[in-house]
T-cell receptor
Framework: SAVISQKPSRDICQRGTSLTIQCQVDSQVTMMFWYRQQPGQSLTLIATANQGSEATYESGFVIDKFPISRPNLTFSTLTVSNMSPEDSSIYLCSVEGMPRGANYGYTFGSGTRLTVV | GIQVEQSPPDLILQEGANSTLRCNFSDSVNNLQWFHQNPWGQLINLFY???GTKQNGRLSATTVATERYSLLYISSSQTTDSGVYFC???????????FGQGTELSVKP
């Protein structure tokens, strides 16, 4: 399966500031996915990031709040902008793994635990 | 869209006990995975199992695609098994990975 490096692992931020989360994959992938997990909740897809085109956002998420970059096939960033305490969540990136022709399903980064104060 | 329901929502076990977690889904799927989220928030892929049965050590999983459910078995549970177990699916028509609400497992020593 793909190996994903995500950073930072955690951060405490002041309200009104922005945080950029990075994900690096050890192999080229067409799509990368960004998820949010609010405290005590399940995971919700924020957007799908394709290289060379704008990200596709899910209902309830907008580009101004969660801008995404995808400069190449192994890297993506998610920015949480103008943060408020409601943005305190775990943010995870994910890719769909296909090692050696065998479908492995989706693999996730280690997550970024964000606390906004 | 496809609905995913997990049961039970919470489970408390004594170390050494066995347990079964269930995942029901509302439509045909071409991907089903079980994940374990540890207390640090890391999401670990346990099984990719759209159909059939797989085993990995003390864990095993069975998906009966025709009846739209999957089961995760944990035998001889250990305190390190604690955390939240998620079932997630992708429908037959493709699309995004949909998560259930999870089962929070606590294994007491």
């Amino acid at each position: 399966s793909a190996v994903i490096s995500q950073k930072p692992s955690r951060d405490i931020c002041q309200r009104g500031t922005s945080l950029t989360i990075q994900c690096q994959v050890d192999s080229q992938v067409t799509m990368m996915f960004w998820y949010r997990q609010q405290p005590g909740q399940s995971l919700t897809l924020i957007a799908t990031a394709n290289q060379g085109s704008e990200a596709t956002y899910e209902s309830g998420f907008v580009i101004d709040k969660f801008p995404i970059s995808r400069p190449n096939l192994t890297f993506s960033t998610l920015t949480v902008s103008n943060m408020s305490p409601e943005d305190s969540s775990i943010y995870l990136c994910s890719v769909e793994g296909m090692p050696r022709g065998a479908n492995y399903g989706y693999t996730f980064g280690s997550g970024t635990r964000l606390t906004v104060v | 869209g496809i609905q995913v329901e997990q049961s039970p929502p919470d489970l408390i076990l004594q170390e050494g006990a066995n347990s079964t977690l269930r995942c029901n889904f509302s439509d045909s799927v071409n991907n089903l995975q079980w994940f374990h989220q540890n207390p640090w928030g890391q999401l670990i892929n346990l099984f990719y199992i759209p159909s059939g049965t797989k085993q990995n050590g003390r864990l095993s999983a069975t998906t009966v695609a025709t009846e739209r459910y999957s089961l995760l078995y944990i035998s001889s549970s250990q305190t390190t098994d604690s955390g939240v177990y998620f079932c997630a699916v992708v429908g037959d028509q493709g699309g995004k990975l949909i998560f259930g609400q999870g089962t929070e497992l606590s294994v007491k020593p």
